[in-house]
């Protein structure tokens, strides 16, 4: 890593195959976990890699479903298709990620089961991922924040014990590269244009910043797991300092969002707006149980 330009360089540990070309907007089809164990890998426990990849799952999920309700309400088309395909990024890894989930842990659940078949208590996602969506800047904020600091934990998991999640974490920080970039140019653009433009975006970093400090709060699952979020803190700041300054605008002074008896998402505590959310991504498969299509 350079230290001229943090935020630049943040994707740097991972380049690109010789020959390959630069993708996003879901045209890379190749299976990430073609050839890759599934075995449990020897001094790794099934129950916590189970917790911990539901958590990251949710996370996923969870975004995916915001990002997709920007569907015919986008400010251009162009932006309505761009927002749905990065939804449809992070639909993939939460499939992966859920389904590596029900192997861990032996129960044979399925992606579909944890999708559709728990309540909101269960649901281990930060809370920033379920806010409602706002006006398109509290969006481009949300992303900015969740996507800088994901494809910064990626790229550390690219190394994890767990060939299945570190094979999953290498294909989705090549995704999340390119949801930052596009959080980042459209947050240079809304902040250094218009006073209009510029007095939203700012309203929108304030109003998520809050939020960002659970993404860096480690759980203990993780930790049994050798992951230490908290050791990225100071990487993203920096990171996210730098688009901040570019795009004129300032970086909220906000105290973290309160925990309730010190616990948030990833113990199941969540914002009303996560049931709301829910009871519509879970109202067909369970209208219509057992149901293929």
């Not at 590269?177 to 929108?204: F, I, K, P």
């Amino acid at each position: 890593m350079t230290d001229d330009h943090v935020y630049l360089t943040l994707s740097e540990a991972s380049p690109e195959p010789e020959g390959e070309a630069r993708w996003a907007y879901g045209t890379g089809f190749a299976d990430p976990l073609l050839g890759v164990d599934t075995a449990l890998p020897p001094g790794v426990d099934g129950a916590d890699l189970s917790a911990y990849c539901q958590m990251l799952g949710d996370d996923a999920l969870v975004l995916s479903q915001r990002l997709i309700e920007w569907c015919t309400r986008a400010p251009e088309l162009e932006e309505e298709v761009a927002l749905a395909n990065l939804g449809l990024d992070l639909l993939g890894q939460a499939r992966h990620l859920l389904t590596r989930a029900g192997q861990a842990d032996g129960s044979g659940r399925t992606e579909d089961d944890l999708a559709y078949w728990r309540e909101a208590q269960e649901f281990r996602n930060v809370r920033l991922v379920e806010t409602p969506n706002g006006d398109f800047a509290y969006t481009i904020a949300r992303l900015l924040l969740f996507a800088t600091a994901r494809e910064a934990l990626y790229l550390e998991l690219a190394g994890h014990a767990d060939p299945v999640l570190a094979a999953v974490a290498a294909r989705g920080a090549k995704e999340l590269a390119y949801h930052r970039e596009y959080a980042a140019s459209w947050t240079v653009r809304l902040g250094d244009g218009t006073e209009l433009s510029h007095a939203r975006m700012q309203a929108g970093l304030d109003a998520v910043w809050p939020l960002l400090d659970e993404l860096f709060t480690p759980h203990e699952v993780e930790l049994r797991l050798g992951v230490d979020p908290s050791g990225l803190r100071e990487r993203v700041l920096a990171a996210l300092g730098e688009v901040v300054t570019e795009a004129t605008l300032t970086v909220p002074a906000a105290a973290p969002l309160a925990r309730i008896n010190g616990r948030a998402g990833r113990d199941g505590v969540h914002t009303e707006a996560l049931g709301l959310l829910l009871a519509e991504l879970q109202v067909l498969a369970r209208a219509h149980p057992g149901a293929t299509w």
